[in-house]
């Protein structure tokens, strides 16, 4: 047993090491782009769902006017808060006539909140490009330029960035290198942008597409009822055969505290496993493809040991690699098992508590968890 866990763990992640090393630079990365200006730019229209954003919303929208891209509108959606994020917003259109404010009062049925508001700010829009973004984004100020440009340059339909993890909350900077470093490798991100294969990602930081292409896709309403509506959105637009890449957004965009705390960490976890076929899932594999290499560290006969042993230098390679290309702390390959006990915890308590309620409650909103999806 110690032999075939050992076994299949160096398999695993000794082989995406390898397929990673040899073709990550094949993603690109947005700052190595050289911003280009035209006298026809094309209008941005930038949407941000705000529920309960008080902390970080201004900061956001502050940056996005600072932009160098002037042929920008920001359209801030009120998502039913119950914090100041109303009056920040008034403030914000009073200082801005670029900033647009909406508020939404109530939540259709079969909607997710953000999923709704982002639709909503859509509908008063009229740029011919719409960014969704989210309110705890920092823009670098030559960023929307830059991703103009490089939208141009290589024909797409359909941009994302992977950002950068900022502030000082440092475990959700380690989630966050687990999350991105499993796309970019197991994801395979070099094949997004190949036409004939089936890989996507969108990325709610920074989800940059065509109106025309929303529209085509079927806009927010075709997957209103998804938790992940980032990624949703992503694989509709490849689905449809529109042109689509993800690259680094690395010293461009970042992400301002992603998770203040393990309970917010562990509460994004609720909010994709919420089923208990799916948090059985989630443990196991776990435990056993991220957990078991440590403790086979030190137990079972030495040659076991040594699978283990070359399955931990795999992963702490993996995320070494990631982070160079990506921003990311280079260590933060050590925390791979604390991420692994986040995923275990906020999958097993997800389950519980939407069996126990009936439904899966994220940001104050308790959505039918028979219908949802993730």
């Not at 009073?94 to 647009?100: A, D, N």
């Not at 694989?235 to 680094?248: C, I, L, P, S, T």
Request: charged content about 20%.
């Amino acid at each position: 047993m110690y032999w075939i866990l050992g076994g299949i763990n160096l398999l695993m992640w000794g082989s995406i090491a390898i397929l990673f090393t040899c073709n990550v630079r094949k993603i690109g990365a947005l700052r190595y782009t050289e911003e280009k200006r035209g006298e026809d730019e094309p209008k941005i229209s930038v949407i941000i769902a705000a529920r309960n954003e008080e902390k970080a919303l201004e900061r956001c929208v502050e940056s996005l006017m600072n932009q160098t891209y002037s042929n920008v509108e920001v359209i801030v959606v009120n998502d039913r808060s119950s914090d100041s994020t109303g009056s920040i917003i008034n403030k914000l259109v009073k200082k801005y006539p670029r900033v647009k404010g909406i508020e939404v009062t109530g939540l259709p049925a079969k909607w997710m909140g953000k999923s709704h508001a982002l639709y909503q700010g859509t509908r008063q829009s009229n740029g011919e490009w719409i960014l969704f973004t989210d309110a705890d984004i920092l823009f670098e100020p030559r960023c929307i330029a830059k991703a103009v440009t490089y939208v141009h340059q290589h024909g797409l339909d359909h941009l994302t960035l992977i950002p950068d993890f900022a502030g000082n909350h440092i475990f959700s900077k380690w989630y966050a290198a687990f999350i991105f470093m499993s796309s970019s490798s197991f994801g395979q991100l070099w094949k997004v942008k190949n036409a004939k294969a089936q890989q996507s990602l969108g990325v709610g930081a920074f989800n940059l597409l065509k109106r025309e292409v929303y529209e085509y896709i079927g806009t927010h309403a075709a997957f209103s009822y998804v938790t992940t509506d980032d990624a949703a959105l992503g694989k509709k637009v490849k689905q449809a055969g529109f042109h689509q890449d993800a690259v680094y957004g690395t010293r461009m965009i970042a992400v301002w505290n992603w998770y203040e705390s393990v309970k917010q960490l562990i509460g994004s976890v609720e909010k994709s496993v919420f089923q208990y076929p799916n948090a059985i899932v989630t443990t196991v594999s776990c435990l056993l493809t991220m957990i078991y290499p440590w403790v086979g560290l030190f137990i079972g006969p030495v040659s076991a040991r040594f699978l283990c042993g070359v399955s931990v230098l795999s992963v702490l390679w993996l995320y070494y690699v990631y982070a160079k290309h990506s921003g990311s702390g280079p260590w933060y390959g050590i925390t791979h098992p604390i991420v692994a006990a986040f995923l275990i915890i906020g999958g097993l308590r997800g389950a519980y508590k939407a069996s126990r309620s009936g439904g899966m409650t994220w940001r104050g909103t308790t959505y039918d968890r028979d219908q949802l999806k993730a």
